[in-house]
């Protein structure tokens, strides 16, 4: 299989991502890669790790659409610096395409490339490792398949300088000019929701070439009881996703969870056990 035949292919998938056309994308690249062909830019050893950043993060992007070969000769480590400078153009392309500036913040959402994006330039401003749980509706993006938008990153800290970390995502939200809280732990307040073993079910988020940020996703199970907990029109919306995807495994994980939560939070268990009994589900 050709490169140009793989790289045409994850056009495609972009395409179908966000509305943008095979063609553009195709363009981009090529004018890109044939002027640094012609004309090879000297680079520092900053702005060559900027350019490998930013091929890795459209690369991670084109795994989470569900592309299984990158478009480039050999599927380890990097293609070749002319390359790169075309990926990263359209990494850009995508970002600047993607953003839709409204002049309000609070009404400022963001696209499945522009949570990548954030996440990429916190993670150069770290120094050290950094650990959390994703949850809410960047793990629907990211994770589990959805194509909505979402207003944050909701994130259950693991390991971390903590301090450091919320001083780097005001960094980050003045860069790319989007909300002061983009991320946000205020899904703690649902930690309640979580059983003892969910650990087990963690699944890691994604191969975006991270240095220090170690991400990890909720399993299937407890993804929809925090949903179920808040249960919000955009929850609804990503249950009809979440739901029809569980194995019976995971469905006998979810039903001992309600027995679970219901010594804890009465309230969370009635709403979770009315929602799943409306879908059919036996409780008991």
Known sequence: MSCDWRRRKAWAQVAEDTGLTAVELETTFLQAKQAAVEHPPRLSPAERAELAAQTLALFGYLRSLGVQEMPMHGQQGLPRRSSQVGFAAV???????LTKPTGDLEVLTMSKPEIIE???LLDRRLSAPMTAIVAGGAAMILHFGSKRNTHDVDVLMQAGHFAQLRRFVRDVAQERGIPEDWMSDEVKGYADMLPPDYAQRLEPLGEFGFRHLRLW?????EQVAMKLASLRER?????NLLLPAMTAAEKQVLIANVHRVSHIRGDWAQRMRYYLEEQGWEIG
């Open 91 to 97: 990494w850009e392309h995508l970002l600047h395409s």
């Open 217 to 221: 996703a909720l399993g299937r199970p």
């Open 118 to 120: 954030a996440l990429r």
């Open 235 to 239: 929850d609804l919306v990503d249950l």
